[in-house]
């Protein structure tokens, strides 16, 4: 199975701020690569797919960028409700396979 | 509105069963792939299995494989899965998802609510 393993484990920032979340795969897998978000007690959320494609509704400030195996998702203009898990997944082998998740503590 | 709605979990001896249901609504359910990703509470995510919109090709995960079985009736906008000799490694949130679109169906879009299964003495 692909790997995914994102960096860091957690991050904490303050409202406007920018955070970047990086996701790194054992191999390569093109730009299949997809963002969620996990609010708690919730179920987690689409935001983005094929690694840089915004799903409808979700705000411009979340990005993603990069290809092969090495992908990001760029949060700015950080608001008290980004405050998640975020978990990267590839969907280029299968199974697909997720990130470990990254926990976003906003101050 | 689209919505998924899964039922059927709760606490189960080890070696025993437990058949899940989603009810799906507000899209072409015929349609659309549809995946199980269970989640251990506070851990990460992980695929069990998918089922094409037609119920003719399904995949499993290893851990599940020969144990679980994914399965759909489309006249009634359900997706089903099988649990059979569960381990206390498959006590999980299970949620019930949909792919995308049918040419995106690896990407996961809806989720459902997720129900909780427990397997213990």
């Known amino acids: 199975d692909v790997q995914m393993t994102q960096s860091p484990s957690s991050v904490t920032a303050s409202v406007g701020d920018s955070v970047t979340i990086t996701c790194q795969a054992s191999q390569g897998i093109r730009t299949w690569l997809a963002w969620y978000q996990q609010r708690p007690g919730k179920a987690p959320k689409l935001l983005i797919h094929?690694?840089?494609t915004l799903q409808s509704g979700v705000p411009p400030r979340f990005s993603g960028s990069g290809s092969g195996t090495e992908f990001t998702l760029t949060i700015s203009s950080l608001q008290p409700e980004d405050s998640a898990i975020y978990y990267c997944?590839?969907?280029?082998?299968?199974?697909?396979?997720f990130g470990q998740g990254t926990r976003l503590e906003i101050k | 509105e689209v919505q998924l709605v899964e039922s059927g979990g709760g606490l189960v001896q080890p070696g025993g069963s437990l058949r899940l249901s989603c009810v799906a609504s507000?899209?072409?359910?015929?349609?659309?792939?549809m995946h199980w990703v269970r989640q251990v509470p506070g851990k990460g995510l992980m695929f069990i299995s998918r089922i094409n919109g037609g119920g003719s090709s399904a995949d499993y995960a290893d851990s599940v494989k020969g144990r679980f079985t994914i399965s759909r009736d489309n006249a009634k906008n359900t997706l089903y899965l099988q649990m059979n000799n569960l381990r206390a490694e498959d006590t999980a949130v299970y949620y019930c998802?949909?792919?995308?679109?049918?040419?995106?169906?690896?990407?996961?879009?809806?989720w459902g609510q997720g129900t909780l299964v427990t397997v213990s003495s």
């Open positions: 094929t690694t840089s």
């Open positions: 997944q590839q969907a280029n082998n299968f199974p697909v396979t």
């Open positions: 507000g899209f072409t359910f015929s349609n659309s792939w």
């Open positions: 998802v949909g792919g995308l679109a049918p040419h995106l169906y690896n990407w996961f879009d809806p």
